[in-house]
């Protein structure tokens, strides 16, 4: 606590060491007068023997001190003195970095939660994702990124595994329940023994599901999710025990998980076991998800060698339900082995890509940011460099000056960081808001301590950045030089402008690589909108679900029925034009089937390849705007009657006749021994994955179906998406009306995803404009700090020269001539900027590549725009300041000497 | 030639002869630039105020102590004492340098011949 006192006393301390040393000097001066010397001569004697008084004293005071801290303390109160006294150009400086730090920080925090953090699992490394692919199976490719398990799988998997703590298999649907308040319609995750072993949380109330629970005749039980849990029981814990009905099963609460608990990246509101009956399994049925923990010290390898040791285990295990069917077919022909990664790449999917991208963006950004408080210190330091000058001629340290403006600019950065911290926050709420719904992770994203230290060293790091520019720049310099500069006959020193240009060209060459890649987003945006999705006019199509669970409706033929009861109602809706309805609708995400389908007349081999399923009511084509291109839509005739009759899409017709025409009248076949169904219609190509991906080969299957999964099979389409085309779509009062219309056919059927097509096309698209706003922001940002930097850097050198121009003018030169020599100034640095700028981006834009739709990295209009637009913009900073050159007054320039 | 050899000391040889000097007797500031230029014989140049910085740093560290009173010239000074933590310095200070003396001329003496 020394130094506690040491500082009461220090007043003391001081007062008393000035004192004894006035006293010195006098009896010195004592002596000399003494000697002979005049009173004045004496003085300056025993001055000049006793040394430099102020420094002495300064040394002396300073062994009372704690060095570093206090000049530390001494020197910031001086940078806020200083900054206050200019707050024009502290606030600017703030704020450009405020806004620069802030929305580094939030992209930080983002990409940080998303990619970096481990899933919210215990032990989230073990996790893996359980892949097959299958490149022997033709056209799979085209609608799926692989090979799902089926549920034979599961049980050899489950029973044979080496490499796995445990291993289950999930998948995710959606249900009615009944029993609790009105009916509605709920996220399902069906999951094997194992996924929650796997996963490893715990619930928050009751018990987990058991291997007990598959039982295919056992109890019935079901958990709940947190967010169900409270919506629909208000948290009550006396849930466990109670019973609800989904789609018409009575199932027993066990349990609820906690809360932000996602079953991988799926959210849902119940979970329900799978209950596979053994004695029933077959190979095929390929539609489950593969979750499995690997063992401690596992590698991703060994567990796939596992599994390919697995895979012919299970050919032998099961039957195929095809007579002179090939049990290693799927080895063989489709060559279907593991693909085993890391659970967290699976959630994360290619978000990774966007962030990567959306990072350094921003992170340019804040170079460019970076490169105008440069810009702005050295025209700051400019004004002190005489000051600066005069205290290196006095002594000052080179070290201590850079010190000094080091601390200014750090000062700068950190104030600019806490703002941004700020700013960060807010941006993170709103892209909470607005984020694209299919960013996985979102709800997890926030401002954790390592966004704190990410902001706390970029400001850290901002800050040298820009503050070492003005100090390598001055602080080299050789003082007399810069003593004799300050004068005031001499102009602007090339050199003094140097670096500022240099700085331009930098921002000129940034600002180019931000606005290529934005243009390049916008291209892509535009030919996504291009591209024709298969249906027309989405914002007049009402999209809903209607599921009718066997409980409700145990009859096919009664769903039918009652499926195109409800079509009639919503049709005499006024305003409705038409009405239909297929098992999904394009975009929505709903998982279809498929199948390897032959075309008779082909040859037969086993590897018929695979084609997407859709099954459609009469009148679905011409409600949602899809074209007919030959033939015609079903009819509710061949429905009742089921006739094998299909639709199937222009690509298929073309692939296996040649023509959409020449396909009328033929026929194909799914399973041997399964119907041949007649091809009556011919539909434009549907990008049911969304616009960025190509259009799959789909069959239309009638919405009630014999005959396909094998003869004498019969079912109708229960869980379907209805769509009515109306003006009115989306209106409440239509909403209300179209209720009312399901309702008078059965009062206890759910609406679920009401929503007009329009909402899902956008939806498809929203990581990609999500994408183009954000680089759209960080281009337009660039652009402007682009032109603020040009415009002053020469207004800057315009006010310096203003003698010059007063004396060129003088002497006769032309004021458009002198127009004309700022604006080609600015010219040249934007032309220099340009040529590395498009150097840089030709490298760089190839990593966006992923990103990109329908325009080439390279593209010409993008390139040229750009182009064209800094050089105006350009012309249009410099021209300002031009102008206020070219109307300077020859004779106040001169006179202001 | 002559003018160069007037030399920086060493770091704490200031010190050393400002508690040599007041073992001998307490002295003020004036006083002690006095008594060290005389016994140098002027040998020794040393600016009379960096006497002061030293003797806060040996007022810190306790080795003398300082009283303000009145001068034999009838002047208001401040007399600084060694106190005994400043004698067992003094001590310790004055055998190490003796030793360091040594051995630099040790080091010096056999180059004396070649040098002249």
């Known amino acids: 606590m020394n130094w506690l006192l040491d500082i009461f006393r220090r007043r003391r301390i001081y007062g008393d060491l000035a004192e004894e040393m006035r006293i010195h000097l006098e009896e010195r001066t004592e002596q000399f007068a003494n000697e002979g010397m005049s009173r004045k001569e004496a003085e300056q004697a025993a001055r000049r023997a006793f040394g430099n008084s102020t420094l002495l004293e300064e040394r002396s005071r300073e062994v009372w001190r704690m060095p570093f801290v206090e000049s530390f303390g001494t020197d910031l109160k001086l940078v806020f003195r200083r900054l206050g006294k200019s707050p024009g150009f502290a606030a600017t400086v703030i704020l450009t970095l405020a806004i620069g730090i802030g929305a580094n920080t939030a992209v930080f925090s983002v990409t940080n939660s998303v990619l970096f953090r481990p899933l919210p699992y215990p032990d989230a490394e073990q996790l893996v994702a359980i892949r097959l692919i299958a490149p022997g199976a033709a056209g799979l490719a085209d609608f799926s990124s692989g090979l799902r398990l089926s549920s034979s799988m599961y049980f050899t998997f489950a029973e044979q595994k080496r490499t796995f703590q445990s291993f289950g298999v999930w998948n995710t649907g959606t249900a009615s329940v009944t029993g609790v308040d009105q009916p509605h319609e709920v996220h399902t995750a069906w999951i094997s023994d194992g996924v929650l072993q796997a996963l490893s949380v715990p619930p928050v109330l009751g018990r987990w599901l058991l291997p007990a629970d598959q039982d295919p005749h056992g109890a019935k039980p079901v958990m709940l999710s947190y967010g169900y849990w409270q919506r629909r029981f208000g948290g009550d814990r006396s849930v466990i025990g109670r019973s609800i009905a989904i789609d018409g099963q009575s199932r027993q609460i066990v349990g609820v998980m906690p809360k932000g608990f996602e079953l991988v990246n799926a959210e849902f509101d119940v979970i329900t076991p799978f209950a596979f009956d053994r004695n029933k399994q077959q190979l095929a049925g390929f539609g489950l998800q593969g979750i499995a923990r690997l063992k401690p010290g596992i590698p991703i390898a060994q567990a796939n060698e596992d599994v390919k040791r697995m895979l012919p285990i299970w050919e032998d295990s099961w039957p195929s339900g095809v007579k002179g069917f090939n049990p290693h077919f799927y080895e063989k022909n489709w060559k279907i082995a593991p693909a085993i990664r890391p659970l967290k790449q699976e959630v994360i999917g290619s978000v990774g890509n966007v962030l990567w991208v959306v990072m350094a963006t921003i992170g340019v950004v804040m170079l460019i940011a970076c490169t105008n408080v440069a810009n702005l210190l050295l025209v700051r330091a400019d004004g002190r460099q005489q000051e600066l000058a005069v205290r290196a001629a006095l002594g000052a340290s080179r070290g201590r000056i850079a010190w000094e403006l080091l601390l200014e600019s750090v000062a700068l950065g950190l104030i600019g960081g806490v703002l941004g911290i700020g700013i960060a926050y807010e941006g993170l709420r709103l892209l909470a808001a607005i984020g694209p719904a299919d960013l996985p992770r979102l709800g997890e994203i926030s401002l954790d301590g390592r966004s704190l230290w990410f902001t706390l060293a970029l400001s850290l790091l901002s800050g040298l950045l820009f503050g070492s520019i003005p100090v390598l720049k001055y602080v080299g310099a050789r003082m007399p030089t810069a003593l004799r500069g300050a004068g005031r006959t001499v102009s602007v020193s090339r050199e003094r402008q140097r670096s500022r240009d240099l700085l331009v060209v930098a921002q000129v060459a940034m600002a180019l690589v931000l606005l290529v890649s934005a243009m390049l987003m916008i291209r892509t945006f535009q030919a996504l909108r291009h591209v024709e999705p298969g249906f027309s006019q989405p914002e007049h199509l009402q999209t809903m679900r209607i599921s009718i669970p066997p409980s409700l409706v145990p009859d096919p033929q009664m769903v039918t029925r009652m499926q195109n009861n409800i079509v009639d109602k919503l049709a005499a809706i006024p305003g409705v034009t038409s009405v239909g309805f297929a098992d999904a609708m394009p975009m929505e995400g709903i998982e279809s089937n498929w199948n390897g389908i032959q075309i008779e007349g082909k040859k037969s081999d086993e590897t018929a390849p695979m084609r997407l399923f859709r099954y459609v009511s009469p009148g679905f084509f011409h409600t949602s705007g899809t074209r007919m291109i030959a033939g015609r839509e079903l009819t509710w005739t061949e429905i009742y009657g089921r006739r094998p009759v299909a639709i199937i899409s222009e690509n298929l017709a073309r692939e296996s006749w040649g023509s959409a025409s020449a396909a009328l009248h033929k026929r194909l076949q799914d399973l041997p021994d399964t119907p041949w169904f007649e091809v009556v219609g011919v539909v434009e190509d549907v990008h049911v994955n969304g616009v960025q991906e190509k259009a799959p080969a789909i069959v239309y299957w009638p919405s009630m179906v014999e005959g396909i999964y094998g003869p004498h099979t019969f079912g109708a389409t229960r869980g379907a998406t209805f769509v009515v085309r109306s003006d009115r779509a989306g209106t409440e009062a239509f909403l209300s009306e179209i209720q009312q219309g399901v309702w008078s056919v059965n009062p206890s059927l759910p609406l679920a995803s009401v929503r007009t097509m329009q909402e899902i096309y956008s939806q498809s698209l929203a990581r990609t404009s999500f994408t183009l706003v954000m680089l759209g922001i960080a281009g337009s940002m660039a652009l402007v700090l682009g032109i603020i930097g040009i415009y002053g850097v020469i207004s800057y050198a315009v006010s310096q020269r203003t003698r010059e121009i007063g004396i060129r003018l003088a002497l006769g030169e032309q004021r458009g001539r002198l127009r004309w020599m700022f604006v080609r100034s600015a010219l040249v640095l934007t032309g220099c900027g340009l040529a590395i700028g498009l150097a840089a981006a030709a490298g760089l834009v190839g990593l966006m590549k992923s990103l990109l739709y329908g325009v080439s990295p390279m593209d010409p209009v993008t390139y040229l725009s750009v182009l064209m637009v800094l050089a105006a913009s350009a012309v249009l900073a410099s021209y300002l300041p031009a102008r206020r050159a070219a109307a300077v007054n020859p004779v106040e320039a001169l006179r202001a000497e | ?116």
């Open chain 2, 1 to 116: 030639m002559t003018k160069s050899t007037a030399r920086d000391l060493f770091p704490g040889a200031l010190e050393m002869m400002i508690l040599e000097s007041l073992r001998r007797q307490p002295a003020h500031g004036y006083a002690l630039v006095q008594h060290i230029q005389q016994r140098s014989n002027n040998l020794l140049q040393v600016e009379e105020g960096s006497l002061y910085p030293a003797l806060q740093r040996l007022l810190k560290a306790n080795l003398v102590k300082a009283r303000w009173g009145v001068s034999s010239t009838n002047r208001r000074v401040r007399t600084y004492q060694i106190t005994a933590a400043g004698l067992r310095h003094l001590e310790q200070e004055i055998s190490s340098f003796e030793r360091m003396f040594e051995g630099i001329s040790l080091v010096l003496t056999p180059g004396r011949s070649e040098a002249t």
